[in-house]
């Protein structure tokens, strides 16, 4: 609905309008990489897909108000972005991870850890998205970092980053969880000139810095030591 009404206002006002779609459009792909001809593997009933359903409709609308309404318009398919000022508890991997290891706490580790998951820098994002919306071209495109980790070698590049002692704990994984996740980004290569710079040993000291400053102070305001 939030898509719908802003396309409503791009249509009245003469807007270029932006969607920040998502790689969950791809569902659990059985395409790997993922590009973005690829039309995706999505349970339409299962309990994603009130998130992965809603995506790709509105990427539907979006196209519906661009033919039909003649509203300039460009998709983004986002994957997995990470960085400083990102809720503490948002329930990302990366976040979970991370504030737990801050906290002497079990990282968490659904499944057997084997799925994998692309890790792009925040900032990197801010420039794909600001190349897609000087450039021509509508999308989608996938913006992502095509660096793929297991959720285990993520835990392990945390534990060296924060705590080497830090221990995992397994829980059972969560229903329709994507097996695989890996973007192609030839297209926005190509196209937009864009391309991520910061690998995630390099951008997750950043996100670790603003994390540990935010928790202790939270920690302080609790009254612990």
């Known amino acids: 609905m939030g898509t719908l009404n802003m396309l409503g206002l791009a249509k009245r006002t003469g807007a270029r309008f932006l969607l920040t779609s998502t790689s969950e459009v791809y569902g659990d792909p059985?395409?790997?990489?993922?590009?973005?001809?690829?039309?995706?593997?999505?349970?339409?009933?299962?309990?994603?897909?009130?998130?992965?359903?809603?995506?790709?409709?509105?990427?539907?609308?979006?196209?519906?108000?661009?033919?039909?309404?003649?509203?300039?318009?460009?998709i983004a398919r986002i994957f997995n972005t990470y960085g400083p000022r990102m809720c503490l508890d948002d329930g990302r991997v990366v976040s979970n991870f991370v504030a737990q290891a801050i906290r002497k706490q079990p990282l968490t580790v659904y499944g057997d850890g084997k799925q994998t998951r692309s890790f792009q820098y925040v900032s990197d994002l801010v420039n794909g998205l600001t190349a897609l919306m000087d450039g021509e071209h509508?999308?989608?495109?996938?913006?992502?970092?095509?660096?793929?980790?297991?959720?285990?070698?993520?835990?392990?590049?945390?534990?060296?980053?924060?705590?080497?002692?830090?221990?995992?704990?397994?829980?059972?994984?969560?229903?329709?969880?994507?097996?695989?996740?890996?973007?192609?980004i030839s297209?926005?290569?190509?196209?937009?000139?864009?391309?991520?710079?910061?690998?995630?040993?390099?951008?997750?000291?950043?996100?670790v810095n603003d994390f540990r400053n935010r928790i202790l102070n939270e920690d302080e305001g609790k009254g612990l030591k």
């Open 138 to 184: 509508i999308g989608p495109f996938n913006l992502g970092n095509p660096g793929e980790f297991t959720m285990l070698e993520l835990a392990k590049i945390v534990k060296e980053t924060i705590d080497s002692s830090a221990t995992i704990a397994y829980k059972p994984n969560t229903a329709d969880d994507p097996h695989m996740r890996k973007p192609d």
């Open 187 to 207: 297209k926005a290569k190509e196209l937009l000139n864009w391309e991520p710079k910061i690998p995630l040993r390099e951008g997750l000291p950043l996100m």
């Open 30 to 74: 059985l395409e790997h990489p993922q590009k973005e001809t690829y039309w995706g593997n999505v349970n339409p009933i299962g309990e994603r897909s009130c998130y992965d359903e809603g995506k790709r409709t509105a990427e539907t609308l979006t196209m519906d108000y661009h033919r039909g309404a003649g509203v300039e318009v460009r």
